[in-house]
């Protein structure tokens, strides 16, 4: 596997850790697509992306959601914003933004999949956006 900004330090900063600079509520393990530990820079481009995804089950499921917890360095620069989004089967169906500096509780995060039955793909993404 290459080595690359969201898979340097899996298992100490990244993937699925108990995070050292980020509160969990239920004391669980969670899923780091960036960085826990401030300060650690990687230069990266827009577009560029980590995701985690899985297929599951949505028979009789009304709703898909995901707590988060974006934290935006300060020195990202101007015009660029970090975006979170599900995806069920590859399309964006909820997204939430952060701009440097910045640090967001997302807790509304879901996707309405109702008139879904079957296995389907439900992804998190984290991607790098030009913003205006």
């Known amino acids: 596997m290459e080595l690359d900004a969201f898979r340097s330090r899996l298992g100490l900063g990244q993937g699925r850790i108990r995070p050292l600079n980020a509160p969990v509520p239920s004391g669980d393990n969670v899923f780091v697509l960036g960085e826990d530990e401030p300060g650690r820079y990687f230069e990266l481009e827009p ?61 509304d995060l879901a996707a309405n999949v109702s008139k879904l039955a079957g296995l389907h793909t439900v992804a998190v993404r984290l991607e790098l956006l030009a913003v205006p």
Do not use: F, H
């Not at 899985?54 to 009304?62: E, G, K, S, W």
């Not at 360095?73 to 440097?100: F, I, N, Q, R, Y």
């Open 47 to 107: 577009g560029d992306r980590a995701e985690v995804s899985q297929q599951t089950d949505l028979t009789d499921v009304d709703l898909v959601r995901a707590a988060l917890r974006l934290r935006v360095p300060k020195t990202l620069s101007a015009g660029l914003a970090w975006e979170v989004a599900m995806l069920v089967d590859g399309t964006k169906v909820a997204t939430a933004t952060c701009k440097p500096g910045c640090t967001r509780v997302v807790s």
